[in-house]
């Protein structure tokens, strides 16, 4: 290992005997002469990442479809149909539990009637599916993205429910495809949750969690906002979107995730963006970050209504005499 390794090293090369654009089993990996132990080591450091439970590759290999489905093939019996959280995955949209960081979430699959699987790290059952309901990728049988749409509508939480069926329609699900399927599901675990969701599902929303952020504000009583709602600035120019907004009163409200609002970068050009917004077109935002949404008794809706409230009660004062300043550099 000493020869291909050393503290130096930032990623593997070809020296290494790990495979650098495939995924790979631990047992694979002993057979190219990399143990278990050097393995975890491998991982501790972040050369190597775990694609799934019980695949891994090395950390500069892309995390695209076609690696993922090489790596479910590794770990899943032939005679499986990939289903739920883990057909999402395998379609693009990424909705792994929360404990996911910590913990590897199983992998979900519909046994075929007559087979069972008693892999570790696999959590299998009987489904009823028909033959439009499974599709192949990379070699899989999964369920195709109207059915895991519809699946995870119903079983999961319903602030990520929505945001799954978002996601999907923003994958090219159809509105009405997924309204004509919520009857079959008559009587099954969730079919209430799904009728409800089905109709507000939007391909706007361009994260799980505006989703969750969108039914928390119909929830609190408000009316149904713009998505992605452009402001202008006084050239006419599309400069800044809204995630949810009611333009009649200029109120929104905005979700800000970690991955594009945490740095000092990040947050300099939120502000400035906010600011102007603000100052220059009179909009009162209400910001909110994943425990907002997430965590145990959050309670978003009193300061949706609490938001509301004041945009009405300042819109004349707020657009009585507006500025207008220039626009904040974008990036």
Known sequence: MSSWLNDDTVLLDSSCPLPLDLPFTPTMAATLGVSHSQLRRLLARGLVRRV???????????DDLDLRARALSLVVSPSAV?????????????????????????????QRPGTRSRR??????????LPRDIVEVGGLAVTSPLRTALDLGRLLWRYDAL???DQFCRRGVAADELEAEVERFKGMRGVVQLRFLVPLADPRAESLAEGALRLHWLDAGLPKPELQWWVYDEHGVAL????????????AAEYDGAEFHSSDRDRAYDLGRR??????????????VKDDLYRLHADPARRLQAGLLEARATLASRTSYPTLRPAPRRR
């Open 52 to 62: 799934c439970r019980g695949a891994y590759a090395v950390s500069q290999a892309p």
């Open 82 to 110: 990939v289903t739920d959280r883990t057909a999402a995955w395998l379609h693009g949209v990424d909705i792994l539990p929360r404990s996911a960081l910590t913990v590897p979430p199983p992998i979900s699959v519909f």
């Open 120 to 129: 570790d790290g696999v959590t299998s059952g009987e489904r009823m599916l």
């Open 163 to 165: 945001g799954v069926l």
């Open 240 to 251: 800044f979107r809204l995630d949810l907004a009611l333009p009649e009163v200029l109120f």
């Open 275 to 288: 600011t102007w917004l603000a100052d220059c077109r009179c909009w009162l935002i209400e910001v909110f």
